[in-house]
């Protein structure tokens, strides 16, 4: 691993304490603000990665909340930033056309409490600036722009849900289009939740892919992936894989929400099957080995990957086999959630909405 890279990983770890830190301070407001006919019971959360544009909006619900609407694209903002270190016009155009969709929700449904992220390509692109200006200048959306400490606060929030009750904790990832996040998660007697450490990596599927291809994947070019994933999560591993009894993996990202797809036999992906289903090890292997058997155009044809994933998702699976090696744990649970949910819960518990 170069310095400059290793310089970036050592930026991106923390303790228990550290975390904790941001938790707290995530009560700042999104720098947006809703129009003043806008309804305090409705909440709305965007998150804007390197690769996917994603809107939630939704009520309070008890100790929960009811999806009002919600709208996913991917628009690829961080395809080229690997190599050029921009955003490209193109990525600009797609993304701003997006998020006038999600300007035109938000506003349908007069959403009076707002948070909208934007992650990794707005946090590495030198034109991210003059790209969140446009974007206030063609849809009126300030975007807030994360650190990795704060995207993976969020992801524990929006998923943490899903921890098995009897298990001892988790270690939680979010594999995203430009970084890709680690969480171990302990349950104390009490049978709360606490973060004990966490990671993130400037390392996504769009940037392996970038790297190592996408297309025309041989066992070589997979086994290459792994092990450049591995050797971003090294320290990571040996400091916190170890004592893991009782204690399961819990993914949320494209990758493992198309894994579960396809473990389930849908013919198109549905949501309500896949969120929150349990997959073993051998499950896990066979549905990776399933992808890895696929051409492209296979992929492209499969309905629970389609052409906007299938460059993607074997970069994926290589990252989550390198977790997988680190932390081997016998049970995988998907999640088909993360910062959105994270976002709601977080404003929600701010305001008292929760009974």
């Known amino acids: ?25 995530m009560t700042a407001a999104s720098a947006i603000r809703p129009s003043p006919s806008g309804d305090a019971s409705v909440y709305a959360a965007l998150d804007l990665g390197t690769n996917n544009c994603r809107l939630l909006i939704a009520s309070p619900a008890s100790d929960s909340f009811r999806v009002i609407d919600s709208f996913s694209r991917i628009v690829r903002l961080g395809e080229g930033i690997s ?56 849809t009126g959306i300030q975007l807030e722009v994360v650190d990795r400490e704060t995207e993976a606060a969020l992801a524990v929030i929006g998923c943490s849900p899903l921890v098995h009750p009897k ?32 990671i993130s990596i400037p390392v996504g ?39 893991l009894y009782g204690m399961h993996l819990l993914g949320t990202s494209g990758t493992v929400t198309t894994l579960g797809g396809l473990h389930l036999g849908l013919a198109r992906y549905d949501r309500r099957k896949v969120d929150g289903i349990w997959m073993n090890d051998i499950e896990v292997t066979q549905a990776i080995a399933r992808l890895c058997g696929m051409d492209y155009q296979k992929r492209v044809a499969n309905g629970c990957i389609g052409i ?37 819960v977080e404003m929600m518990r701010e305001d008292g909405a929760f009974n």
């Not at 290793?6 to 303790?15: I, M």
């Not at 990832?173 to 430009?178: E, Q, R």
């Open 1 to 25: 691993m170069d310095d400059d890279v290793q310089r970036c990983v050592d930026a991106g770890t923390g303790s228990r304490d550290s975390f904790r830190g941001v938790e707290a301070a």
């Open 83 to 138: 190599s050029t270190g921009c955003i490209s016009e193109a990525a600009i155009e797609r993304t701003i056309a997006a998020l006038a969709i999600c300007r035109d929700k938000i506003r349908a449904r007069k959403a009076g409490r707002l948070r909208l992220i934007a992650t990794e390509a707005c946090r590495a692109a030198s034109n991210a600036e003059n790209f969140r200006s446009r974007v206030v200048a063609a």
């Open 167 to 198: 298990a001892s904790g988790a270690i939680l990832f979010d594999i995203g289009g430009g970084s890709t996040e680690l969480v171990r998660i302990e349950r104390r007697r009490e049978g709360d939740l606490r973060t004990i450490a966490w």
């Open 205 to 243: 599927v769009v940037t392996l892919a970038e790297c190592f291809g996408g297309h025309d994947i041989t066992p070589q070019s997979y086994a290459s992936m792994v092990k450049e994933v591995a050797g971003h999560i090294a320290t990571f591993a040996d400091a916190y894989g170890r004592d």
């Open 308 to 344: 906007e994933r299938a460059d993607l998702v074997l970069a994926g699976c290589a990252i989550l086999d390198a977790i997988r090696r680190a932390f081997p744990l016998p049970r995988l649970r998907v999640a088909d959630r993360g910062l959105r949910e994270g976002m709601l």
